[in-house]
Every structure is written in structure tokens, then in C-alpha cells.
DNA sequence: CGATTTGTTGATCGTCATCAACACCAGTGG
DNA sequence: CCACTGGTGTTGATGACGATCAACAAATCG
């Protein structure tokens, strides 16, 4: 089980928690472990939040639907992330949350979650800055939609993905899981299927970006890049460590500049 | 000076505070009130974050600029609103802050700021509140951007601008401020000028909108929200007085359901 | 003088309809 | 037991056509 979920939180955790805690908290996941088929909702928009949800493997996608039935990918969670703190936060869940293809998450209840929190003080201070990027996530997302065209977008949700996952490559390319479908594609860019399969045609004429097998394949990250806008601040790789410390500001401490 | 920023957080602070921390809370605002003027920049884009800003009067805009100049609103601060956290949370801002129109706005520097956060407890709980609502507003720009058409897209946000400052009319219409050019309205909904302006054309013929005089006229809401597909659902309206409660599941208690 | 309004033209992207490739499954027969 | 078959569903790939909205230019309002 170890190693799915560690992208993102294990390294982290490592340094943040006691070998005990750490023992507590990767027992917790897999006790609350839970498998969800492609398509199928995990939670939907209007419910009261019932759980914390930490993705093992796999993806989630948040998403939104209009009245008529349109639909709009709102995020993507990768594994080792958490969907969201609704549980904590709000009376009721404001989108929904779907598997992108079959998935694996956690899903700690409010008992045990609380527990988990009172044992890892860490731990809220970690979930809190993993909520503060992905808004800045979601920013960018407004901006990827709102002004860049097709190709751009495609482009930009690519480079996103596989930085996310792999960090920025200092020269080269690389790959990545990529496990959206082109209609999954388009509704998380606001375009259509069949404008994404020709976009992802261009982008394979021009800068030789492959999508095959649910892996992303960049020949030359930095073209892709080029493409795109691509400007990887709002990520906020590697500020993470620092995180915790900088929040002690909100809770406590003054805070480091 | 009180009354322009107690829209949001007054009634809540009345509760929260004593009236000695309301009055410590209150001279910090006024100490540190700064005017700006229309279309100035309050914060670049990779700057670090220099001060906790809570908007006094007026509208800020948060934006984000492409490579070429494209520019695309991401978010209104409206009076009684933190622009962000980012003095307690990034290393470098991601975005940046301008002036909707002349504003004013108390930036509250980091010893400060500090200082305000261990002497009203709840303060920082209720700055995470509204932190989370903002992200829950980014995600209903996502889809309105990503799969509503022009005349949907500004009639939802003209809800939403309405409902944050009215709230949800039982019935009939009403106003409010609206400080938005149509050519920022358009950068806010990923539109040009020239097509956000006959869109709100169509909208003064079809229900009567009107946008004169840096206000909004909604003579019937739910026509409006009609239009927009509007779901005030996002703005989780009412739930902040619990918000405080319930935020305590994080930090310490368990949380209320 | 900025903000709004109007007109014209055309590119981008959506809609609709179809088809190919492929996996998955059940059943059939050797 | 395995190979072959056909049915079905999903995903990706096309082409023709049209609507929405962007681009550009200019007039008018306040």
C-alpha cells in the first residue's frame, strides 16, 4: 500500500511525524481504504460531508454539473492528496467528487479524522496548505479557460499534470500517468471531444506530445511550455516543507517571511 | 469608518469579539487604511506577501496576466473581505491584486497582523472561512467560464455579485453596487468588451437588468437566476456563523456535523 | 476622455453524424 | 481446453456545416 499515496503527502509526513504517528496514520488509510469503478460518484453536491478523503491511487475528479446536464471538471486530486476539507468546514458539499477511472481512496469519518488530528498536529497544518494549492490550482484553471485557446489549454492542463506528478524537468521531457479520456479532457477544459481530438493532434504534429496507454508522453517539456503559458509559480513546488512553519503564523506563532 | 467593511464581517465580529478586541480590531483597520487608486496594482504576481489586506470600500480585483497581455479576473474582494492569506501561507503570491475603482483598503503588516491574530482567537478561524468560500466562488467561475455562454455568464455573476452584498431576495429584486466596467466585466467572464456589452443589451430587454450609475438594478431576481442557472448554493450564505465551530474539528475539538 | 454602443467580417470552436480500433464478454464448436 | 465468432460498449478519429463570439473600426454618450 505504502508508495501509491507517498508522492505527495509521504515525503513530507516523514520528517513531520514520529515513526508511531506515521504507523497510526498509514494504518488509518488502509483500514478506511475503499475501491470506486470509473465514473461512479464518490460524493455528491448538496450532501453533508461525511468523511476526509485521501486519494491512494488513482485519480478524483471534482466536478459540476448545470441544470441541462452540462458538466464541468472542476480539479483533479492526485494520489496521496486530499479531495477537500469539507468535513470541516462546511454544512454542504458544494460539487461533487467522481473517480476518473477506478480508484482507490480513504475515506476517515469524523471520529476517527479528529482523532487523527488531535494525534498529528502537523497534519491540519499539511491539509490546510495542500487546500491553498489547489486553490491556486483552481486560478489558474479560471485563467487557462477564460483567455488561452484549445491548444493552449490542452497544453497547459498537460504541463500541469506532469509537473504536478514529476516536478519541472530541468532540460528534456519525460512521462507520466495521464489517465483523463479525451471526453474527460474537454470537460475539464470547456471544449468538446472532438475539438480536443484535434487539438491533441496538433500538439502531437508540433511538439511530439503522445497520449497513449493512460501515460503523457513530453519529448521536450520546455516546447510544450512554450505553448502553453506554462509558468509554474502557482503550483508552489517545493514550498511545502516550509508550509507548517509558515502557518504557525495564522495558528499561534509569528509566522517566517 | 465602520459600516462600509461591517457588511461580512461586522455582525460576525460583534459576536465573536469583546468589545475591547472589536476596538483593537477596528483601530488596526483604520491605522492601516490606505487609498488606491482605479486600475492600480495593490500586489504583483511573484512578489512576497507583504501584509494581511482587508478591504475597507471598494472592489478588488484579483487578475492574472499571459506572457502576451491577456488578462483574466479571477476573483472580486468586496468590502469587509481578505484579499487573501498569503502572508501566512506562500513564499511568493501567485496572482495579482488591483483596484476595481478607487478603494480603500487596510494592509496590516506581519508583526501586526501577528499580534491582532493571538488576541482575537477566532479571527483566524474566521479568515480560513472566508479563504474557503472564496475557493468554493473560483470553482463556480470555472464553470461558468468553462460551460455557460456569454448571456448565462453574466447574469450568474450579477447573481452572485447581488447575492454576496443582498443576499437571496425571498422575492421580487432589489440593488446594489456593481463598480465593474463592462470591459472589466468582461475580463471577469472571459468575454470581450464589445460582446459583454451586448450581452447586458439582452439582458435589459429580456428581464429588465439595469447598469447605471455604478449600481445594479435587478427588478426580478429569480428571472435573473432564471437566465443564469444561478445555484446560490456555493456561496454557503448563513453557514458562517457556524464556521468558527465547526473549524474547531481541525485544531483541537471534534467538530460539529 | 473614458465608457458604451453599433456595424461588419471572419476565425474558432460546437454540433451532428459516422466510422474505425479495440477491449470485453458470452457462446459455440473443434 | 482452446480457438473462433459475433455482439456490445468505449474511445479515438473524421468531415461537413453552422453558431457563437472575437477582431477591427468607428460613432456616440456622458
Redesign the interface.
Known amino acids: 500500500m505504502t508508495g501509491a499515496y507517498s508522492v505527495t503527502f509521504g515525503r513530507i509526513l516523514n520528517r513531520l511525524l514520529s515513526p508511531a504517528e506515521r504507523m497510526v496514520w498509514e494504518a488509518s488509510l488502509a483500514r478506511n481504504a475503499r475501491d470506486y469503478a470509473k465514473g461512479i460518484d464518490i460524493a455528491r453536491?448538496?450532501e453533508?460531508p461525511a468523511a476526509l478523503r485521501i486519494v491512494l491511487s488513482g485519480w478524483v475528479q471534482?466536478y459540476?454539473q448545470?441544470?441541462?446536464g452540462?458538466?464541468?471538471i472542476?480539479?483533479l486530486v492526485l494520489p496521496g492528496q486530499a479531495c477537500d476539507?469539507d468535513?470541516?468546514?462546511?454544512?454542504?458539499t458544494?460539487?461533487s467528487l467522481a473517480a476518473v477511472r477506478r480508484l482507490t481512496v480513504a475515506e476517515i469519518g469524523?471520529?476517527e479524522?479528529?482523532a487523527l488530528?488531535?494525534q498529528c498536529p502537523n497534519l491540519?497544518q499539511l491539509?490546510?496548505?495542500g487546500?491553498?494549492v489547489?486553490?491556486?490550482i483552481?486560478?489558474?484553471?479560471?485563467?487557462n479557460?477564460?483567455?488561452?485557446n484549445a491548444i493552449e489549454r490542452v497544453a497547459q492542463l498537460m504541463c500541469e499534470i506532469f509537473a504536478r506528478q514529476q516536478g519541472i524537468p530541468a532540460a528534456g521531457g519525460g512521462e507520466c500517468d495521464f489517465l483523463l479520456t479525451q471526453w474527460q479532457l474537454a470537460e475539464a477544459?470547456?471544449l468538446t471531444q472532438v475539438h480536443v481530438n484535434r487539438t491533441v493532434q496538433e500538439l502531437r504534429r508540433r511538439c511530439s506530445v503522445e497520449l497513449r496507454n493512460l501515460r503523457l508522453f513530453i519529448p521536450d517539456f520546455a516546447e510544450l511550455a512554450d505553448i502553453a503559458?506554462f509558468n509554474a509559480?502557482?503550483l508552489?513546488l517545493d514550498?511545502t516543507e516550509?508550509?507548517v512553519d509558515?502557518?504557525a503564523?495564522?495558528?499561534?506563532?509569528?509566522?517566517r517571511?
Open positions: 453536491e448538496g453533508r471534482k459540476k448545470l441544470p441541462d452540462r458538466r464541468q472542476l480539479a476539507l468535513l470541516f468546514t462546511v454544512a454542504r458544494d460539487h469524523r471520529q479524522a479528529a488530528l488531535r491540519a491539509l490546510c496548505w487546500e491553498i489547489t486553490a491556486a483552481q486560478r489558474e484553471w479560471t485563467i479557460i477564460g483567455q488561452r477544459t470547456g503559458a509559480n502557482y508552489h514550498e516550509l508550509a509558515r502557518a503564523g495564522l495558528f499561534g506563532g509569528i509566522g517571511d
